[in-house]
């Protein structure tokens, strides 16, 4: 019965991470690759590993929801709900997606796999409780300290502010066609602040 | 037979506490000064929604638009599951309860962008991106709120949450818990101050485009999420199901009610700002505050 | 039978991740190829965990790195992309021919 549900959700989140890049959306990409990982999570909770699986759910909704503010301020085509399709190298992808796959799943099939399965009295979330805060703890601190870095490091790179100047002086959006003249609207005269070689007699 | 009759208390917890809570809705204008309804207007407005018939915007996407209402009540239901009616007795009893709760307070912003982004129509996409903007960092107190409830419990299941109260509530040992808690819930049912989703200032916002049977559903769910919120509140500040003379669903029935009427009264008293001042009101005064808190409960449970 | 079966739901979760991590143009959808790549190695780790490692603790705590490494890389993806689009106002690969200035 449970191993009946895992591959379920195993063929669940293989097919919505298809998904991800088929859809028009990049919205409904977004809630794709969110229920792929809902999937892994629901695994792990039937695979007796409550928190992991659990806290995967948690954690992918608020990074989706963070994905998807994120589509809506920088896609060039909003909330979109028109068809699109945005690839490069897409034979190169194709042939090395595939190969990836096939080696890794050759991998899998030519390995004997060890059959040792969690003891079913296992307390599971405070076994890891004791060993993140016991053995350990070096690496959980690690992590931890990590993250701070990464917190300290994405607030400097996004900052507008900074020790240089503004982030954003001279920005020019990039051209139609390589090496062209930047894209979108040009502003008219003394209104935007980049046109500082117009000279008219009145200033 | 329990899980039977525990579905069916959570089922009717639910129905019963949304109708509650949409006639707290109608009563809480006689706070402020306004005029009050009957305790029937909630059922004659939840018809007379059933009754009207469905917008259908251009191009929606129509999965999502019709799903959105229904995530939200099974939301509700998900993260009531793991509250436990009396000791020991929840739908779900797992010993990971109020990370099954934060999960479901995550996808319920998911589910409010989905309801907001369907209709592919303005109101409702501004409703949507600017809730979520708003709710993501909310998501953080509430984290460590209940963290800190979780730390005396030596536990993160409900069950055991109630049981670390049996000597003095956690509204006691951690008075700044329920204060924060409570901006947690007037975000997940999109009320007063933390109602960027569905305001008036843009035109009902994701529920803009929302008419008939899936607007009575929405307006349903919303109501189910107080009932959800205001029983997981009780449970982990007031004791849940713990109390002198009457059984434990009664006690929780109670405190819940109280805790919605509460809701209720700050989510009709208190001004929504603007989503700017907002983001900083959250991330400057409310994220410190609650390490405050997490620390404070944290050497108090010591 | 189970392992083998979420072992190869892995492999697929990591070629499919691949695939869009080399294709996408705009760097939101590169970064879900790699974020579906790290969920792959979740499924693995959770999947060889439970049936082949007999309850130790140290697998879950791989889990809990990975989900870390998942939010590094979102943040300080997101990061970036805001940085690049502040100087170039650019949110596809192609917009950056050189990452000078």
């Not at chain 1, 701070?148 to 990039?174: F, K, N, W």
């Not at chain 2, 793991?82 to 309860?97: D, R």
């Not at chain 2, 434990?248 to 929504?272: E, S």
């Amino acid at each position: 019965m449970i191993d009946a549900l895992v591959i379920l959700l195993v063929l669940f989140a293989a097919w919505t991470g298809w998904r991800v890049f088929r859809v028009d959306s990049m919205i409904r990409a977004t809630f794709s690759l969110m229920l792929s990982f809902i999937s892994v999570g629901a695994i792990g909770v039937l695979l007796s590993a409550p928190y992991i699986g659990v806290a995967t759910v948690f954690m992918m909704a608020v990074e989706m929801m963070v994905m998807g503010i994120f589509m809506v301020m920088f896609m060039m085509n909003p909330a979109g709900l028109n068809p699109m399709m945005m690839v490069h190298q897409h034979k190169l992808s194709i042939v090395a997606g595939v190969l990836a796959a096939l080696g890794l799943g050759a991998a899998v099939l030519t390995t004997t796999l060890p059959t040792d399965p969690v003891p079913g009295e296992t307390d599971v979330v405070s076994d890891l409780g004791h060993e993140l805060l016991g053995p350990s703890m070096l690496i959980f601190e690690t992590a931890g300290v990590t993250l701070l870095a990464t917190m300290i490091g994405a607030v400097v790179l996004s900052s507008r502010r900074g020790r240089y100047g503004q982030a954003d002086e001279g920005s020019r959006p990039p051209g139609l066609d390589p090496g062209g003249p930047p894209a979108g609207r040009q502003p008219e005269g003394e209104g935007g602040h980049h046109h500082h070689h117009h000279h008219h007699g009145g200033h | 037979m329990t899980t039977a009759l525990l579905v069916l208390t959570l089922a009717s917890t639910l129905a019963v506490g949304a109708w509650l809570g949409a006639w707290f809705d109608r009563l809480a204008p006689l706070l402020y000064g306004g005029r009050a309804a009957g305790p029937l207007a909630p059922l004659r407005a939840g018809a007379a929604a059933l009754l009207r018939p469905r917008i259908e915007t251009e191009a929606p996407d129509r999965m999502n638009a019709r799903l959105a209402p229904g995530w939200y009540l099974a939301l509700a239901a998900a993260g009531l599951s793991v509250v436990p009616f009396a000791p020991g007795a929840a739908l779900i009893e797992t010993p990971v309860g109020i990370v099954v709760w934060g999960s479901c307070e995550a996808l319920t912003i998911v589910a409010v962008f989905l309801h907001g982004w369907s209709p592919n129509a303005p109101f409702p996409l501004i409703g949507a991106y600017r809730y979520a903007a708003i709710g993501l960092p909310v998501m953080l107190p509430s984290m460590f709120v209940l963290i800190a409830a979780a730390l005396p419990a030596e536990s993160l299941s409900f069950t055991a949450i109630v049981e670390s109260q049996r000597e003095v509530w956690n509204i006691v040992r951690q008075p700044l818990g329920l204060p924060l808690f409570l901006i947690v819930g007037l975000t997940l049912t999109l009320r007063g101050p933390m109602d960027f989703a569905d305001a008036a200032d843009i035109a009902g916002g994701t529920s803009a485009e929302d008419s008939g049977p899936g607007r009575a559903l929405w307006q349903g769910a919303r109501l189910a999420m107080l009932v959800s919120f205001s029983a997981v509140a009780a449970t982990t500040f007031l004791g849940g199901p713990l109390g002198p003379a009457l059984p434990g669903p009664v006690w929780l029935w109670i405190k819940t009610a109280a805790i919605m009427a509460l809701t209720v009264a700050v989510g009709h008293g208190v001004a929504r700002t603007t989503p700017s001042r907002m983001l900083t009101i959250l991330w400057v005064v409310l994220l410190p505050l609650s390490f405050v808190h997490l620390l404070v409960s944290g050497v108090l449970a010591l | 039978m189970t392992l083998t079966i979420v072992l190869l739901g892995a492999a697929a979760l990591i070629g499919i991740g691949l695939y869009g991590a080399l294709s996408q143009q705009s760097f939101v959808m590169l970064m879900m190829g790699l974020e579906l790549m790290l969920n792959g190695a979740l499924l693995a780790i959770i999947g060889l965990w439970s049936l082949a490692l007999g309850g130790m603790p140290e697998g879950q705590l791989l889990a809990i790195i990975v989900m870390a490494v998942m939010a590094v890389e979102m943040s300080i993806g997101f990061a970036l992309i805001v940085a690049v689009y502040r100087k170039r106002q650019a949110d596809m690969t192609e917009a950056l021919g050189t990452l000078k200035g």
